[in-house]
C-alpha cells in the first residue's frame, strides 16, 4: 500500500486552502468604499443593472476582480464595475476599446467642427492640459454627469481645455442644448474622428496633458449607492487627474 508524503509546500497549500474556505467573503466596488456581504453586493449589481437598462436594452455590466485583501477572518474583494453602453457599429465590436491604445501617446490630429462651425485642431490645443468628453443626447449617463463637468471646468477653465465630442448632428444637439446646460465648447458630427479612436462606449472622458499625451482615459464620473438611492458622485476622481496635468 502506497503511503501519502505531504511535503511542507503540500501542508502550506492545504492549510492555506482550509483558511480561505472558512472565512467570511466581502465585496466593495472601486468607486465605493462600502463593505458589503454577498446578498448586498449582488442587490447592488443588479439594481445598477435595472437602472441602466431603463436607458437602454444593450446595456452590459461587467465585473472585474482588482484586489483581494485577507483580513483577520474575512476576505475582501474588490470589483471594477465597467458599464458598456453599446456602440455606433455594435456589429463589430471589439473585446476591447482601441481608445487604450492610445495611453501615453497622441491622439491623430483631426480638424473639427464646433456647434458654431468653427475649426478646433487637436495640435491648437498643445500648450495647455485638455479634456475631451464623449458624449450623445440620449446618453443618461452623459447628462447625469453635466452639471459635476459643468462645476469642474468653473473651477480649471483658465488652466485646461473642456471638449465635448459627439457624433450627432448639430440640429440635434442645439434642441438638446436648450433643455440642458453643458459648458464645454461642443464639436459636433464626429462621427469618423470617434470610429477612429475605437471609442463604443459612453460617456468617455480623456485627460491629456499639455504636450498632447493622453495620461488617462475614464468612462463617466462613476455612480454612489447612498440612502437606498443611486447618485452620480462628485467628480473628485476626475479633478485628481486634472491636478496631475498641472
Do not use: R
Amino acid at each position: 500500500m502506497k503511503k501519502l508524503i505531504l511535503t511542507p509546500m503540500i501542508l502550506l497549500l492545504l492549510i492555506s486552502c482550509k483558511k480561505e474556505n472558512t472565512m467570511t467573503t466581502y465585496y466593495k466596488t472601486s468607486d465605493s468604499g462600502e463593505i458589503l456581504n454577498k446578498t448586498e453586493y449582488d442587490e447592488y449589481v443588479l439594481k445598477l443593472s435595472n437602472k441602466f437598462k431603463a436607458i437602454s436594452d444593450n446595456v452590459k455590466i461587467t465585473e472585474i476582480l482588482i484586489d483581494s485583501i485577507i483580513s483577520n477572518d474575512s476576505i475582501i474583494k474588490t470589483y471594477n464595475l465597467d458599464m458598456n453602453f453599446g456602440s455606433l457599429n455594435q456589429e463589430s465590436k471589439p473585446e476591447k476599446e482601441k481608445i487604450y491604445n492610445y495611453l501615453n501617446k497622441e491622439l491623430p490630429n483631426q480638424i473639427l467642427y464646433t456647434i458654431d462651425n468653427k475649426e478646433v485642431s487637436l495640435n491648437n490645443l498643445v500648450g495647455k492640459p485638455t479634456v475631451l468628453n464623449f458624449w450623445f443626447t440620449a446618453c443618461k449617463p452623459c447628462i447625469d454627469e453635466m452639471p459635476i463637468l459643468n462645476k469642474i471646468m468653473k473651477k480649471y477653465s483658465d488652466k485646461v481645455n473642456f471638449i465635448s465630442i459627439t457624433y450627432e448632428k448639430k440640429e440635434d444637439v442645439e434642441l438638446f442644448l436648450k433643455n440642458h446646460q453643458f459648458d464645454f465648447l461642443t464639436i459636433v458630427g464626429a462621427d469618423k474622428f470617434i470610429d477612429q479612436l475605437g471609442i463604443q462606449s459612453f460617456p468617455k472622458n480623456i485627460f491629456i496633458d499639455k504636450n498632447g499625451i493622453v495620461k488617462n482615459i475614464e468612462n463617466g464620473i462613476p455612480y454612489i449607492f447612498e440612502d437606498g438611492k443611486m447618485e452620480i458622485g462628485n467628480g473628485e476622481g476626475f479633478e485628481k487627474f486634472i491636478e496631475k496635468l498641472l
